[in-house]
Protein backbone atom coordinates (compact mmCIF):
# COMPACT_ATOMS: atom_id res chain seq x y z
CA UNK A 1 0.00 0.00 0.00
CA UNK A 2 1.47 3.40 -0.78
CA UNK A 3 2.07 5.74 1.83
CA UNK A 4 1.22 9.54 1.69
CA UNK A 5 3.60 11.88 1.96
CA UNK A 6 3.38 14.66 4.65
CA UNK A 7 5.43 16.79 6.60
CA UNK A 8 5.42 16.14 9.97
CA UNK A 9 8.18 19.51 11.18
CA UNK A 10 7.70 20.23 15.10
CA UNK A 11 6.19 17.09 15.83
CA UNK A 12 7.67 15.06 18.79
CA UNK A 13 7.83 11.01 18.73
CA UNK A 14 7.70 9.56 22.14
CA UNK A 15 8.34 5.54 22.30
CA UNK A 16 7.92 5.10 25.70
CA UNK A 17 8.14 2.17 27.58
CA UNK A 18 11.04 0.41 25.05
CA UNK A 19 11.53 -2.62 26.76
CA UNK A 20 15.08 -4.43 27.31
CA UNK A 21 15.95 -7.14 29.80
CA UNK A 22 18.16 -4.70 32.40
CA UNK A 23 15.09 -1.98 32.33
CA UNK A 24 13.26 0.08 30.29
CA UNK A 25 13.48 2.90 28.07
CA UNK A 26 12.19 5.76 26.78
CA UNK A 27 13.02 7.55 23.75
CA UNK A 28 12.08 10.58 22.83
CA UNK A 29 12.62 12.49 19.10
CA UNK A 30 12.22 15.88 17.54
CA UNK A 31 11.11 16.06 13.86
CA UNK A 32 11.98 18.37 11.14
CA UNK A 33 10.98 17.54 7.55
CA UNK A 34 10.50 14.07 8.24
CA UNK A 35 13.66 13.54 10.20
CA UNK A 36 14.78 12.83 13.43
CA UNK A 37 16.37 16.86 14.59
CA UNK A 38 16.69 16.07 18.20
CA UNK A 39 17.01 12.90 20.84
CA UNK A 40 16.18 11.82 24.18
CA UNK A 41 16.99 8.19 25.63
CA UNK A 42 16.04 7.88 29.42
CA UNK A 43 16.31 4.39 31.23
CA UNK A 44 13.06 4.59 33.33
CA UNK A 45 13.99 2.06 35.67
CA UNK A 46 16.56 2.24 39.10
CA UNK A 47 18.66 -1.00 39.27
CA UNK A 48 20.21 -0.01 42.53
CA UNK A 49 22.32 -3.58 43.07
CA UNK A 50 25.28 -1.42 43.45
CA UNK A 51 24.06 -0.39 46.51
CA UNK A 52 22.40 -3.95 48.02
CA UNK A 53 26.44 -5.06 47.55
CA UNK A 54 27.74 -2.50 49.73
CA UNK A 55 28.92 -4.22 53.25
CA UNK A 56 28.84 -8.06 51.89
CA UNK A 57 31.65 -10.50 51.37
CA UNK A 58 33.03 -9.73 47.79
CA UNK A 59 32.34 -13.22 46.81
CA UNK A 60 28.69 -12.67 47.18
CA UNK A 61 28.72 -10.37 43.98
CA UNK A 62 28.89 -12.67 41.27
CA UNK A 63 25.30 -14.02 42.92
CA UNK A 64 23.63 -10.37 42.77
CA UNK A 65 25.20 -9.06 39.80
CA UNK A 66 24.39 -11.43 37.50
CA UNK A 67 20.21 -11.02 38.77
CA UNK A 68 20.59 -7.97 37.22
CA UNK A 69 19.84 -9.52 33.62
CA UNK A 70 18.06 -12.74 32.72
CA UNK A 71 19.26 -12.49 28.98
CA UNK A 72 22.84 -11.78 29.11
CA UNK A 73 23.17 -13.86 32.34
CA UNK A 74 26.24 -15.16 33.38
CA UNK A 75 28.05 -12.23 31.63
CA UNK A 76 27.85 -9.97 35.18
CA UNK A 77 28.89 -13.10 37.58
CA UNK A 78 32.33 -13.57 35.27
CA UNK A 79 32.85 -10.07 35.13
CA UNK A 80 32.54 -9.62 39.12
CA UNK A 81 34.55 -12.83 39.44
CA UNK A 82 37.20 -11.19 37.34
CA UNK A 83 37.15 -8.02 39.62
CA UNK A 84 37.75 -10.10 42.08
CA UNK A 85 40.50 -12.00 40.90
CA UNK A 86 42.06 -8.62 39.73
CA UNK A 87 42.17 -7.47 43.55
CA UNK A 88 43.36 -10.58 44.77
CA UNK A 89 46.00 -11.22 41.81
CA UNK A 90 44.61 -14.99 41.22
CA UNK A 91 45.80 -17.37 38.18
CA UNK A 92 42.64 -19.40 37.21
CA UNK A 93 43.88 -22.95 36.09
CA UNK A 94 43.68 -23.19 32.16
CA UNK A 95 40.95 -25.74 31.70
CA UNK A 96 39.06 -23.56 33.89
CA UNK A 97 39.34 -20.56 31.76
CA UNK A 98 38.73 -22.86 28.44
CA UNK A 99 35.32 -23.47 30.09
CA UNK A 100 34.41 -20.04 30.98
CA UNK A 101 35.74 -18.68 27.42
CA UNK A 102 32.49 -21.91 26.18
CA UNK A 103 30.10 -20.59 28.36
CA UNK A 104 30.98 -17.13 27.08
CA UNK A 105 30.99 -17.83 23.26
CA UNK A 106 28.35 -19.69 23.62
CA UNK A 107 26.20 -16.99 25.72
CA UNK A 108 27.14 -14.23 22.63
CA UNK A 109 25.78 -16.77 19.78
CA UNK A 110 22.90 -17.11 21.76
CA UNK A 111 22.36 -14.06 22.10
CA UNK A 112 23.11 -12.48 18.85
CA UNK A 113 20.85 -15.46 17.01
CA UNK A 114 17.91 -14.30 19.68
CA UNK A 115 18.21 -10.16 18.49
CA UNK A 116 18.38 -11.11 14.75
CA UNK A 117 15.04 -13.05 14.60
CA UNK A 118 13.37 -12.77 17.66
CA UNK A 119 14.13 -9.09 18.87
CA UNK A 120 14.75 -6.87 15.62
CA UNK A 121 13.76 -9.25 12.80
CA UNK A 122 9.70 -8.30 12.72
CA UNK A 123 11.68 -4.90 11.86
CA UNK A 124 12.29 -6.00 8.43
CA UNK A 125 9.79 -9.22 7.98
CA UNK A 126 6.59 -9.06 6.71
CA UNK A 127 5.40 -12.26 8.30
CA UNK A 128 1.61 -11.66 6.75
CA UNK A 129 3.42 -11.34 3.06
CA UNK A 130 4.90 -14.82 3.81
CA UNK A 131 1.13 -16.17 3.61
CA UNK A 132 1.16 -15.45 -0.10
CA UNK A 133 4.91 -16.56 -0.99
CA UNK A 134 5.21 -19.57 -2.85
CA UNK A 135 6.78 -22.36 -0.78
CA UNK A 136 8.51 -24.28 -3.58
CA UNK A 137 9.71 -21.05 -5.41
CA UNK A 138 11.03 -19.97 -1.88
CA UNK A 139 13.10 -23.48 -1.64
CA UNK A 140 15.07 -22.99 -4.56
CA UNK A 141 15.86 -19.37 -3.02
CA UNK A 142 17.22 -21.31 -0.33
CA UNK A 143 19.18 -24.08 -2.51
CA UNK A 144 20.94 -21.08 -4.54
CA UNK A 145 22.01 -19.34 -1.02
CA UNK A 146 23.27 -21.80 0.94
CA UNK A 147 24.68 -25.15 1.27
CA UNK A 148 20.71 -26.69 2.36
CA UNK A 149 18.33 -28.69 0.15
CA UNK A 150 15.98 -27.14 -1.67
CA UNK A 151 13.33 -29.42 -0.45
CA UNK A 152 10.56 -27.10 0.57
CA UNK A 153 8.54 -29.69 2.42
CA UNK A 154 9.37 -27.10 5.70
CA UNK A 155 8.64 -23.86 4.12
CA UNK A 156 4.44 -25.32 3.27
CA UNK A 157 4.96 -26.72 6.99
CA UNK A 158 5.88 -23.32 8.41
CA UNK A 159 3.64 -21.43 5.85
CA UNK A 160 0.60 -23.20 6.67
CA UNK A 161 1.20 -22.62 10.68
CA UNK A 162 0.98 -19.31 9.08
CA UNK A 163 -2.35 -19.15 7.35
CA UNK A 164 -3.94 -21.25 10.42
CA UNK A 165 -2.46 -18.36 12.30
CA UNK A 166 -3.85 -15.37 10.88
CA UNK A 167 -7.20 -17.22 10.07
CA UNK A 168 -7.54 -17.89 14.31
CA UNK A 169 -7.69 -13.83 14.50
CA UNK A 170 -5.49 -14.49 17.54
CA UNK A 171 -2.56 -12.13 16.31
CA UNK A 172 -0.87 -11.69 19.77
CA UNK A 173 1.57 -9.45 19.46
CA UNK A 174 1.39 -9.28 15.85
CA UNK A 175 -1.54 -7.42 16.21
CA UNK A 176 -0.27 -3.74 15.89
CA UNK A 177 2.38 -5.24 13.64
CA UNK A 178 3.65 -1.94 11.03
CA UNK A 179 3.68 -4.52 8.44
CA UNK A 180 -0.13 -5.21 8.70
CA UNK A 181 -2.18 -4.00 5.63
CA UNK A 182 0.83 -3.05 3.64
CA UNK A 183 3.73 -0.94 4.21
CA UNK A 184 6.49 0.42 1.76
CA UNK A 185 9.45 0.42 4.14
CA UNK A 186 9.40 -3.77 4.11
CA UNK A 187 10.82 -4.44 0.96
CA UNK A 188 11.45 -8.56 1.03
CA UNK A 189 9.40 -9.85 -1.36
CA UNK A 190 6.76 -13.24 -0.46
CA UNK A 191 9.14 -15.73 -0.77
CA UNK A 192 12.12 -14.11 1.27
CA UNK A 193 9.69 -13.53 3.83
CA UNK A 194 8.64 -16.96 4.14
CA UNK A 195 12.53 -17.96 4.43
CA UNK A 196 13.09 -15.79 7.11
CA UNK A 197 9.92 -16.60 8.88
CA UNK A 198 11.13 -19.98 8.87
CA UNK A 199 14.40 -19.26 10.11
CA UNK A 200 12.32 -17.67 13.05
CA UNK A 201 10.60 -20.59 14.21
CA UNK A 202 14.09 -22.78 14.12
CA UNK A 203 15.96 -20.15 15.78
CA UNK A 204 13.98 -20.81 18.45
CA UNK A 205 15.13 -24.18 18.82
CA UNK A 206 18.15 -23.63 17.85
CA UNK A 207 18.44 -21.06 20.99
CA UNK A 208 17.32 -23.77 23.10
CA UNK A 209 19.99 -26.18 23.07
CA UNK A 210 22.44 -23.13 23.18
CA UNK A 211 21.19 -22.49 26.54
CA UNK A 212 21.79 -26.15 27.03
CA UNK A 213 24.81 -26.37 25.90
CA UNK A 214 26.00 -23.17 28.04
CA UNK A 215 24.10 -25.41 31.74
CA UNK A 216 26.47 -28.08 30.88
CA UNK A 217 29.51 -26.07 32.40
CA UNK A 218 27.66 -23.45 34.20
CA UNK A 219 25.40 -25.61 35.95
CA UNK A 220 22.12 -24.24 35.04
CA UNK A 221 20.75 -21.60 32.86
CA UNK A 222 20.12 -18.71 33.05
CA UNK A 223 22.56 -17.75 35.83
CA UNK A 224 25.57 -19.61 36.50
CA UNK A 225 26.18 -21.63 39.54
CA UNK A 226 29.74 -23.07 38.79
CA UNK A 227 31.74 -19.99 37.91
CA UNK A 228 33.24 -18.67 41.29
CA UNK A 229 36.53 -16.63 42.33
CA UNK A 230 39.25 -18.63 41.66
CA UNK A 231 38.10 -21.08 38.71
CA UNK A 232 34.89 -23.27 38.23
CA UNK A 233 33.65 -25.53 40.08
CA UNK A 234 32.09 -28.20 37.66
CA UNK A 235 33.39 -30.99 38.54
CA UNK A 236 31.24 -33.79 37.27
CA UNK A 237 31.56 -32.33 33.96
CA UNK A 238 34.88 -33.05 33.08
CA UNK A 239 34.16 -35.97 31.46
CA UNK A 240 34.34 -37.10 27.77
CA UNK A 241 30.55 -37.36 27.24
CA UNK A 242 29.93 -33.60 28.80
CA UNK A 243 32.13 -32.32 25.84
CA UNK A 244 30.95 -34.34 23.05
CA UNK A 245 27.54 -33.20 23.98
CA UNK A 246 28.64 -29.64 23.93
CA UNK A 247 30.49 -30.35 20.35
CA UNK A 248 27.06 -32.09 18.95
CA UNK A 249 25.10 -28.78 19.83
CA UNK A 250 27.76 -26.37 18.42
CA UNK A 251 27.90 -28.82 15.14
CA UNK A 252 24.05 -28.31 14.67
CA UNK A 253 24.63 -24.49 15.98
CA UNK A 254 27.05 -23.71 13.48
CA UNK A 255 25.39 -25.03 10.16
CA UNK A 256 22.53 -22.65 11.17
CA UNK A 257 24.33 -19.27 11.39
CA UNK A 258 26.64 -20.46 8.25
CA UNK A 259 23.20 -21.59 6.55
CA UNK A 260 20.50 -18.99 7.46
CA UNK A 261 22.31 -15.98 9.64
CA UNK A 262 24.89 -15.28 7.47
CA UNK A 263 22.29 -15.51 3.85
CA UNK A 264 19.90 -13.76 5.56
CA UNK A 265 21.68 -10.79 6.56
CA UNK A 266 23.02 -10.64 3.57
CA UNK A 267 19.44 -10.58 1.61
CA UNK A 268 18.54 -7.76 4.15
CA UNK A 269 21.52 -5.76 3.59
CA UNK A 270 20.88 -6.05 -0.09
CA UNK A 271 16.72 -5.36 0.23
CA UNK A 272 17.27 -2.53 2.52
CA UNK A 273 20.12 -0.42 1.01
CA UNK A 274 18.81 3.25 2.86
CA UNK A 275 19.72 0.79 5.90
CA UNK A 276 23.05 1.97 5.12
CA UNK A 277 22.98 5.83 5.29
CA UNK A 278 21.39 6.49 8.90
CA UNK A 279 21.71 5.08 12.72
CA UNK A 280 25.68 6.55 12.57
CA UNK A 281 27.63 7.21 15.38
CA UNK A 282 30.93 8.64 15.92
CA UNK A 283 33.25 7.45 18.67
CA UNK A 284 34.12 3.68 19.20
CA UNK A 285 35.92 1.10 21.61
CA UNK A 286 36.36 -2.12 22.89
CA UNK A 287 37.63 -4.34 25.78
CA UNK A 288 40.01 -7.57 24.86
CA UNK A 289 38.43 -11.25 25.70
CA UNK A 290 38.97 -15.12 25.13
CA UNK A 291 42.89 -14.38 25.82
CA UNK A 292 45.11 -17.58 25.75
CA UNK A 293 43.77 -19.85 28.62
CA UNK A 294 47.69 -20.47 29.67
CA UNK A 295 49.87 -17.31 29.16
CA UNK A 296 46.65 -15.21 29.53
CA UNK A 297 47.64 -12.99 26.46
CA UNK A 298 46.91 -13.07 22.79
CA UNK A 299 42.98 -12.09 23.30
CA UNK A 300 40.63 -13.15 20.19
CA UNK A 301 38.74 -10.30 20.90
CA UNK A 302 41.14 -7.77 20.65
CA UNK A 303 40.84 -3.80 22.70
CA UNK A 304 41.42 -0.73 21.65
CA UNK A 305 39.63 3.13 20.76
CA UNK A 306 38.28 4.20 17.18
CA UNK A 307 37.50 7.78 16.65
CA UNK A 308 35.78 9.69 14.15
CA UNK A 309 34.67 6.65 11.66
CA UNK A 310 38.10 6.52 10.54
CA UNK A 311 39.18 2.88 9.50
CA UNK A 312 42.85 3.67 9.17
CA UNK A 313 44.05 4.06 12.50
CA UNK A 314 42.92 3.25 16.18
CA UNK A 315 44.47 3.40 19.41
CA UNK A 316 45.12 1.10 22.51
CA UNK A 317 42.43 1.86 25.54
CA UNK A 318 43.20 3.13 28.94
CA UNK A 319 40.56 2.47 31.29
CA UNK A 320 41.91 5.41 33.02
CA UNK A 321 40.28 7.85 31.08
CA UNK A 322 36.81 6.27 31.83
CA UNK A 323 34.70 8.16 34.20
CA UNK A 324 30.97 8.44 34.94
CA UNK A 325 28.76 11.62 34.52
CA UNK A 326 25.36 12.05 36.69
CA UNK A 327 24.08 16.01 35.21
CA UNK A 328 21.37 14.83 33.63
CA UNK A 329 20.88 11.47 35.25
CA UNK A 330 18.56 11.09 38.18
CA UNK A 331 21.44 11.04 40.86
CA UNK A 332 23.09 13.44 43.06
CA UNK A 333 26.29 15.31 42.22
CA UNK A 334 27.11 16.84 38.65
CA UNK A 335 30.81 16.19 39.11
CA UNK A 336 32.48 12.93 37.24
CA UNK A 337 33.89 10.41 38.90
CA UNK A 338 35.53 7.39 37.82
CA UNK A 339 33.94 3.87 38.93
CA UNK A 340 36.36 3.51 41.48
CA UNK A 341 35.20 6.89 42.86
CA UNK A 342 31.52 6.44 41.64
CA UNK A 343 28.26 6.67 43.99
CA UNK A 344 24.71 5.56 43.43
CA UNK A 345 22.44 7.95 44.97
CA UNK A 346 19.43 8.43 43.43
CA UNK A 347 18.13 11.85 43.29
CA UNK A 348 14.57 11.32 40.93
CA UNK A 349 13.32 15.05 39.86
CA UNK A 350 10.94 14.44 37.04
CA UNK A 351 11.05 13.60 33.50
CA UNK A 352 9.69 17.16 31.89
CA UNK A 353 12.48 19.28 33.18
CA UNK A 354 14.64 17.79 30.80
CA UNK A 355 17.86 18.51 33.22
CA UNK A 356 18.25 15.24 34.85
CA UNK A 357 16.28 12.70 32.76
CA UNK A 358 17.17 9.04 32.96
CA UNK A 359 18.19 6.89 35.61
CA UNK A 360 21.23 5.66 33.44
CA UNK A 361 24.82 7.59 34.13
CA UNK A 362 26.54 8.84 31.14
CA UNK A 363 29.55 6.88 30.75
CA UNK A 364 32.30 8.56 28.82
CA UNK A 365 35.80 8.01 27.14
CA UNK A 366 38.42 11.15 27.17
CA UNK A 367 34.90 12.99 27.80
CA UNK A 368 33.64 11.54 24.68
CA UNK A 369 30.43 9.53 24.07
CA UNK A 370 31.39 5.89 22.53
CA UNK A 371 29.23 3.30 21.02
CA UNK A 372 30.85 -0.50 22.03
CA UNK A 373 28.86 -4.02 20.80
CA UNK A 374 29.68 -5.78 17.49
CA UNK A 375 30.33 -3.00 15.77
CA UNK A 376 32.75 -1.91 17.58
CA UNK A 377 34.36 -4.68 17.99
CA UNK A 378 34.50 -5.92 14.12
CA UNK A 379 35.42 -1.81 12.94
CA UNK A 380 38.84 -2.12 15.29
CA UNK A 381 39.32 -5.36 14.16
CA UNK A 382 39.36 -4.35 10.96
CA UNK A 383 41.00 -0.96 11.52
CA UNK A 384 43.64 -3.23 13.16
CA UNK A 385 43.87 -5.41 10.11
CA UNK A 386 43.31 -8.30 11.81
CA UNK A 387 43.49 -11.26 8.95
CA UNK A 388 40.07 -12.67 9.92
CA UNK A 389 37.57 -10.01 10.58
CA UNK A 390 39.18 -8.18 7.37
CA UNK A 391 38.29 -11.23 5.01
CA UNK A 392 35.50 -11.69 6.55
CA UNK A 393 34.09 -8.12 6.24
CA UNK A 394 35.72 -7.79 2.38
CA UNK A 395 34.16 -10.70 0.95
CA UNK A 396 30.65 -9.48 2.21
CA UNK A 397 31.45 -6.03 1.37
CA UNK A 398 31.77 -7.95 -2.47
CA UNK A 399 28.81 -9.87 -2.22
CA UNK A 400 26.27 -7.14 -0.51
CA UNK A 401 27.73 -3.98 -2.55
CA UNK A 402 28.39 -2.48 1.08
CA UNK A 403 31.15 0.04 1.15
CA UNK A 404 33.79 -0.11 4.56
CA UNK A 405 32.66 3.48 5.67
CA UNK A 406 28.84 2.61 5.81
CA UNK A 407 29.55 -0.26 8.57
CA UNK A 408 29.06 2.71 10.46
CA UNK A 409 25.03 2.51 10.82
CA UNK A 410 21.86 0.94 11.58
CA UNK A 411 22.13 -1.93 8.96
CA UNK A 412 26.10 -2.20 9.96
CA UNK A 413 25.39 -2.54 13.53
CA UNK A 414 23.11 -5.39 12.47
CA UNK A 415 25.99 -7.15 9.79
CA UNK A 416 28.67 -6.97 12.34
CA UNK A 417 26.52 -9.05 15.14
CA UNK A 418 25.86 -11.62 12.86
CA UNK A 419 29.69 -11.52 11.11
CA UNK A 420 31.11 -11.64 14.66
CA UNK A 421 28.77 -14.52 15.35
CA UNK A 422 29.62 -16.95 12.24
CA UNK A 423 33.44 -15.76 13.31
CA UNK A 424 33.11 -16.99 17.00
CA UNK A 425 31.10 -20.31 15.77
CA UNK A 426 33.98 -21.20 14.20
CA UNK A 427 36.82 -20.01 16.97
CA UNK A 428 34.87 -22.23 19.25
CA UNK A 429 36.19 -25.38 17.73
CA UNK A 430 39.65 -24.96 19.02
CA UNK A 431 38.47 -24.45 22.11
CA UNK A 432 35.80 -27.56 22.35
CA UNK A 433 39.25 -29.11 21.20
CA UNK A 434 41.62 -28.11 23.85
CA UNK A 435 39.25 -28.95 26.36
CA UNK A 436 38.26 -31.88 25.56
CA UNK A 437 42.10 -33.12 24.89
CA UNK A 438 42.89 -31.84 28.45
CA UNK A 439 39.75 -33.60 29.81
CA UNK A 440 40.85 -36.85 28.09
CA UNK A 441 44.20 -36.62 29.22
CA UNK A 442 43.21 -36.60 32.88
CA UNK A 443 43.56 -33.01 33.66
CA UNK A 444 41.28 -31.96 36.91
CA UNK A 445 42.46 -28.70 37.94
CA UNK A 446 39.88 -25.72 38.09
CA UNK A 447 39.79 -23.92 41.13
CA UNK A 448 42.50 -21.86 43.12
CA UNK A 449 42.43 -21.44 46.24
CA UNK A 450 42.33 -17.97 47.58
CA UNK A 451 42.38 -15.66 50.77
CA UNK A 452 40.22 -12.86 51.20
CA UNK A 453 42.92 -9.25 52.00
CA UNK A 454 41.33 -6.84 54.74
CA UNK A 455 41.59 -4.49 51.61
CA UNK A 456 42.31 -4.41 47.84
CA UNK A 457 41.05 -2.96 44.38
CA UNK A 458 40.18 -4.67 41.07
CA UNK A 459 38.28 -4.26 37.72
CA UNK A 460 36.83 -6.47 35.64
CA UNK A 461 36.08 -6.38 32.45
CA UNK A 462 34.40 -8.41 29.37
CA UNK A 463 33.25 -8.54 25.67
CA UNK A 464 29.49 -9.52 26.27
CA UNK A 465 26.50 -9.20 23.90
CA UNK A 466 26.03 -6.10 23.54
CA UNK A 467 29.20 -4.33 24.44
CA UNK A 468 31.89 -3.97 26.94
CA UNK A 469 31.15 -4.63 30.56
CA UNK A 470 33.15 -3.75 33.22
CA UNK A 471 32.79 -4.43 37.41
CA UNK A 472 34.80 -2.16 39.80
CA UNK A 473 35.49 -3.57 42.95
CA UNK A 474 36.81 -1.63 45.91
CA UNK A 475 37.42 -4.31 49.27
CA UNK A 476 37.73 -2.74 52.67
CA UNK A 477 38.26 -4.80 56.02
CA UNK A 478 37.36 -7.43 53.63
CA UNK A 479 33.84 -6.33 52.47
CA UNK A 480 32.97 -4.14 49.58
CA UNK A 481 33.13 -0.70 50.15
CA UNK A 482 32.14 0.21 47.04
CA UNK A 483 31.00 -1.86 43.56
CA UNK A 484 30.40 -0.05 40.10
CA UNK A 485 28.68 -1.38 37.24
CA UNK A 486 29.59 0.23 33.87
CA UNK A 487 27.47 -1.56 31.17
CA UNK A 488 27.40 -1.46 27.23
CA UNK A 489 23.61 -0.24 27.57
CA UNK A 490 25.27 2.99 30.06
CA UNK A 491 27.66 3.37 27.05
CA UNK A 492 24.93 3.40 24.18
CA UNK A 493 21.79 4.25 25.58
CA UNK A 494 22.64 6.45 28.78
CA UNK A 495 21.87 10.81 28.17
CA UNK A 496 23.53 13.62 27.38
CA UNK A 497 26.85 14.35 29.71
CA UNK A 498 27.82 17.28 31.76
CA UNK A 499 28.90 18.94 28.82
CA UNK A 500 25.70 18.29 26.82
CA UNK A 501 27.35 15.37 24.52
CA UNK A 502 24.36 13.56 23.37
CA UNK A 503 24.95 9.69 23.49
CA UNK A 504 25.85 7.56 20.88
CA UNK A 505 22.06 5.98 20.85
CA UNK A 506 20.95 9.71 20.64
CA UNK A 507 23.60 10.30 18.04
CA UNK A 508 22.24 7.55 15.71
CA UNK A 509 19.07 8.75 15.92
CA UNK A 510 20.14 12.52 14.88
CA UNK A 511 19.04 12.41 11.30
CA UNK A 512 17.07 9.04 10.89
CA UNK A 513 14.25 9.43 8.56
CA UNK A 514 10.35 9.09 10.03
CA UNK A 515 8.07 9.62 6.82
CA UNK A 516 5.38 8.04 9.12
CA UNK A 517 5.21 8.80 12.29
CA UNK A 518 2.33 6.62 13.10
CA UNK A 519 4.59 3.32 12.79
CA UNK A 520 8.03 4.95 12.92
CA UNK A 521 9.87 1.86 11.86
CA UNK A 522 13.11 3.43 10.52
CA UNK A 523 13.51 4.69 14.20
CA UNK A 524 12.81 1.49 15.59
CA UNK A 525 15.13 -0.53 12.98
CA UNK A 526 18.14 2.21 14.95
CA UNK A 527 17.13 1.68 18.57
CA UNK A 528 16.80 -1.91 17.87
CA UNK A 529 19.96 -2.11 16.38
CA UNK A 530 21.90 -1.60 19.25
CA UNK A 531 20.15 -4.98 20.72
CA UNK A 532 18.12 -3.05 23.31
CA UNK A 533 14.58 -4.19 23.87
CA UNK A 534 11.46 -5.96 23.23
CA UNK A 535 7.64 -5.43 22.42
CA UNK A 536 6.71 -1.71 24.01
CA UNK A 537 4.07 1.14 22.97
CA UNK A 538 4.37 4.52 21.52
CA UNK A 539 2.59 7.52 21.79
CA UNK A 540 2.74 9.85 19.74
CA UNK A 541 2.68 13.74 20.70
CA UNK A 542 1.88 16.95 18.58
CA UNK A 543 4.22 20.15 19.06
CA UNK A 544 1.97 21.04 22.41
CA UNK A 545 2.86 17.22 23.93
CA UNK A 546 -0.80 16.39 23.25
CA UNK A 547 -0.94 12.51 23.05
CA UNK A 548 -2.67 11.43 18.87
CA UNK A 549 -2.31 7.72 19.51
CA UNK A 550 -1.25 4.96 20.99
CA UNK A 551 0.47 2.15 18.75
CA UNK A 552 2.24 -1.17 19.08
CA UNK A 553 6.08 -1.42 18.47
CA UNK A 554 7.26 -4.55 17.28
Known sequence: MSQKKMNHTGK???VDPVTRIEGHLKIEVELENNKVKDA????QLFRGIEMILKGRPPEDAPLFTQRACGVCTNTHALTSIRAIEDALEIKVPPLAQLMRHLILSALIVHDH?????????LDWIDVAAATTADPAKAGKIVGSTSNRSD?????????KRLKEFVKSGQLGFLEKAYFLGGNDAYKLSPEENLIMSAHYFEGLRIQLELGRAMALFAGKNPHAQSMVVGGMTCYDSLRPEVIGHFRKIWEHC???????????ILLMTRRYPEALAYGRTSNFFAFADFHDPVTGKDPYFTSGVLWGNDLTKHEELDPGHINEHVARSWYEGDTPRTPYEGATEPHYTSYEDKEKYSWSKAPRYKNEAMETGPLARRALAYARKEQETRTMLDTFFKDSGMKPDQLFST?????????ETTMLMRRMQGWIDDTEARIKAGEDTIYTEWKMPDSARGVGFCCVTRGALSHWIDIKEAKIHNFQMVVPSTWNLGPRCANGKLSAGEQSLIGCPCPDPDRPVEILRTIHSFDPCIACSVHLLDAQKKPLGSFKVL
Open 12 to 14: RLI
Open 40 to 43: WVST
Open 113 to 121: LVHFYHLHG
Open 151 to 159: DPSELFIIQ
Open 254 to 264: KEFVENAMMPD
Open 411 to 419: MGRTVCRVV
